[in-house]
Each structure stands twice: as structure tokens, then as C-alpha cells.
């Protein structure tokens, strides 16, 4: 008598899907690194910049050039969102790569303040398209039970692309070099990945297009079909009066901006303030500035993303929950580098922000998919950009005024640090409004 044969089974449909959806993450992933790589070189190249474009002159114009990429991606930002939820991820997605890259190539060519404010403009509106997109298909295609990881390994692009960007001030200031090669470089490099990445995440499209089973957390087939075709025609005003009429949406918005004021700062000036508190070169600094805060902000997401993804198998609050814990550990943080007599202090006080920041920044688009429908979550990422980064635009601009009047670094980080105190306190009203889900009774949750 022969023994029967063993013969692996075939993968389910939603192993497939779940594989699919692990696919899409890591196709992104590079872009969201070339995303935060272009935007970041400029903070730590600030110095070889202005020795070469000198009509930049002032902290308050630098300031200000970085608040014209803010303004012009945050008040984008909505339209971006609604173009990726009624027409599809993968056309925003590709194009808002191709042309970011072309603009990046462009501001290393800029001789001019007039020429890089307009470069940071364009910058601002190509970018703009990404981020609610790439969200909101990582959303679409993960449930409940993954989103708050996913979203968190893409998030892990973005501080690499920091991080590497914090590396800018060695290519600067190295003479056969300079940091003109570093934006050609960067720029080229998103300009080839454009067109593989549009064929690949179009074989993820197919892949999702009509898989077995279904999903009943606003994940899976359903979402992933709406991903791929444009979700439900929702007209844009309508969109946005169902948004704004959400109490706990706006609520997210604010949660998701006062700690984002800070946030920016230390993420455009702390090089120039780390060179000129401590008196350290400009490579130096802009290694010290994003090392170290960058490695936190990966151990941060990862732990945020493992805990937020457990705690809400226990309450439908969790997310929150993590969120608010992480935004809680930025208030010392911002008191400690405010007053930071040594840089070792300074990069361990940025270190628990990194940490924090982590344990926040994962968790907002899947807080977000517990408010609006998947029809409305690029769009109403875009909304939070909007208000956000706007906001983040005239910090950038007053920090750089107050830097020019002497202002104290200490009572400056110190008001960014109330605010961090606020937000937790905001992000708890969200876990409180947040809806019970379907076949969850409000006593269990």
C-alpha cells in the first residue's frame, strides 16, 4: 500500500491579497525615501547654498523658501487626495514621482533666490500628489489587523530619506562634489524609477482585481478594487462638507498638526542650530541633527505599529491610544533640546522626539480609515496636509525672524512643547468620539 502523496495546497485568496499587499508597500517604499531625500538636502546644505546663491542672504529668506514648498503642497494637498480617491493610486502616484524628480534636477541648477523659490514651488505642487495616495492604497489593501505596520514600513522610507538627506552637508562641502551633484543625482534616480514603478503597481492592480473573499474593516478587494479605478464619484464639495462635519476629524487635523510645528523645525533647521550652537562643522551637524533621530523614528514605528495593531484587536481605541503616547514623549524631548548645553544632550533629546514621533506618525492614516469611508481617506489625508503643513510653512517663516532677532532657542521650543502637551489631550477627545465597529457593542470597546 503506497502512502498517499502530500501536495502543498494552494495559497488562498487572501494570502494572495495579503502578499499582494506587502508587494505594494515595498514598491513604494524607495519613493517615499526619494520623497523626504529631496525635500531634506536643502536643510543641511544650508550654508554651501547661500555661500553660492547669495541674494538668499537672510535667515528670514531661507525661512521663507522653506515655507513656499509648504504652502504650495499643503494648499495642493486636498486636490492631490481627491484625484488619487475619484481617478486611482497609480497614475498620481507614478506622475507626482516623474515630476517631483524633474523639478529636483531643476533646483540644482537654480542660480538665483527668484530661481529656487520657484524651484521649491513646483516642488511643492508635484509633491503634493503623493503621500494621501500612497496612504490610501496602502489602506485600501490592508485590513485591520496589518494597516497600522504597513502604513508604519513606509513611514521607515520617509526617515531614511532623512536621514540620508542629513547626509547632504558632507556631498556639499566636498569639492568635487558640491551640492548641486547631490539634487541632479537624487532627481535622476526618481526620474528612471518612474516608469518601472507605474508597470508594477499596475501588475498589483491586476493582481487585486478580483481575488476571492472580502473584507469588513474597509480593507481587502473591495477597497483594493477602489484603488485601482478611482473610488465612488463623490463629487469634491460633498467630499469635503462630509469631512468637515466630522467632530472627530477635525480633531484628528489638530492632532495631527501642533506636533507637526515642531516637527518641521527640527527637521529644517536643527542642522543650521546644531552648527551654530555648538560651534561643529556642517557635515557634522547635519549627521548629529538626523542620525540618531532618524534611527529612533524607526524604532519608534516599529514599536507604534506592533502596539497599535495589537491594542486595537483589544479596543477599537488603541490607535489612538499609541498615538497619544507617542506625541506625550515629545514634550520632554522639546523642553530638553531647547535647553541642551552640549550636543550630546541635544542629539539624545532629539533621539526620545525620533521616538515619539514613531509611535505618533504611523497611526495617523489608520485613525483616519476609522472616521472617513475608503472613498474619502486620500482626500481627507489631504485635508490634514493642508492645515498641517500650512501651519508648518509659517513656523518655518517665524522661526527664521526670530532667529534673526536673537530670540531665545529655549522659549521657542518650549511653546512648541505646550502645544505637543494640547495635542495629547486632543487625541484622546478622538479615541473617545472614534465609532464602535460593526458587531462591537460599546461596553466590550
Known amino acids: 500500500m503506497t502512502s498517499p502523496r502530500l501536495v502543498a495546497p494552494e495559497p488562498s485568496g487572501a494570502s494572495r491579497l495579503a502578499r499582494t499587499a506587502w508587494l505594494a508597500v515595498a514598491l513604494l517604499w524607495p519613493v517615499a525615501m526619494l520623497n523626504y531625500l529631496d525635500r531634506q538636502m536643502l536643510a543641511s546644505m544650508k550654508f554651501s547654498v547661500m555661500a553660492d546663491v547669495t541674494d538668499v542672504a537672510t535667515d528670514a529668506n531661507w525661512g521663507l523658501m522653506l515655507g513656499q514648498f509648504k504652502w504650495v503642497y499643503a494648499f495642493l494637498s486636498p486636490l492631490g487626495g481627491y484625484v488619487a480617491d475619484r481617478f ?28 529656487l523659490m520657484w524651484a521649491r514651488t513646483l516642488m511643492g505642487v508635484s509633491e503634493a500628489f503623493y503621500i494621501p495616495a500612497a496612504l490610501a492604497l496602502i489602506a485600501d489593501l490592508h485590513s485591520e489587523r496589518t494597516r497600522s505596520r504597513a502604513v508604519g514600513v513606509h513611514q521607515t522610507a520617509i526617515y531614511v530619506g532623512m536621514m540620508a538627506g542629513g547626509f547632504g552637508g558632507y556631498v556639499a562641502d566636498a569639492p568635487a562634489l558640491g551640492w548641486r551633484f547631490a539634487f ?6 526618481g526620474v528612471l524609477y518612474a516608469l518601472p514603478l507605474a508597470i508594477a503597481l499596475g501588475r498589483v492592480e491586476r493582481a487585486v482585481a478580483a481575488p476571492a473573499g472580502s473584507a469588513s474593516d474597509g480593507g481587502g478587494p473591495q477597497a483594493a478594487r477602489a484603488a485601482r479605478n478611482g473610488a465612488e464619484a463623490i463629487p469634491p464639495l460633498r467630499a469635503v462638507r462630509e469631512l468637515l462635519g466630522s467632530l472627530p476629524f477635525l480633531l484628528l487635523v489638530a492632532c495631527f498638526t501642533l506636533p507637526a510645528l515642531a516637527g518641521w523645525i527640527v527637521r529644517d533647521w536643527m542642522p543650521a542650530i546644531l552648527k551654530q ?3 561643529i562643522g556642517q557635515g557634522v551637524a547635519g549627521v548629529s541633527a538626523t542620525l540618531y533621530l532618524t534611527i529612533a523614528m524607526l524604532v519608534g514605528v516599529a514599536i507604534g505599529g506592533v502596539l497599535a495593531d495589537r491594542w486595537s484587536r483589544i479596543t ?7 498615538s497619544a503616547l507617542g506625541i506625550l514623549l515629545l514634550v520632554p524631548a522639546l523642553f530638553g533640546v531647547g535647553n541642551a548645553g552640549t ?13 515619539g514621533w514613531g509611535l505618533f506618525d504611523c497611526n495617523n492614516m489608520p485613525i483616519l480609515c476609522q472616521i472617513a469611508r475608503p472613498g474619502l481617506r486620500a482626500t481627507g489625508y489631504g485635508i490634514m496636509n493642508l492645515v498641517s503643513i500650512s501651519c508648518g510653512g509659517l513656523a518655518d517663516w517665524a522661526f527664521g525672524r526670530m532667529r534673526d532677532a536673537g530670540w531665545p532657542l529655549n522659549a ?24 464602535t465597529p460593526a458587531g462591537l457593542s460599546a461596553e466590550s470597546a
Not at 541632479?184 to 534616480?189: I, K, S, Y
Not at 477599537?316 to 499609541?322: K, L, Q, Y
Open 88 to 115: 486611482g493610486r497609480r497614475a498620481t502616484i507614478a506622475g507626482s514621482l516623474f515630476a517631483w524628480s524633474a523639478v529636483t534636477i531643476l533646483t540644482g541648477s537654480a542660480t538665483t533666490f527668484r530661481e
Open 343 to 355: 550636543l550630546a544632550v541635544a542629539v539624545a533629546f532629539l533621539a526620545l522626539f525620533g521616538l
Open 412 to 435: 521657542s521650543f518650549a511653546a512648541f512643547a505646550v502645544m505637543a502637551l494640547l495635542a495629547v489631550g486632543l487625541m484622546l477627545c478622538v479615541a473617545r468620539l472614534l465609532p
Open 316 to 322: 477599537h481605541r488603541g490607535r489612538a491610544f499609541t
Open 184 to 189: 541632479h543625482a537624487a532627481g535622476a534616480l
Open 277 to 279: 550652537q555648538f560651534n
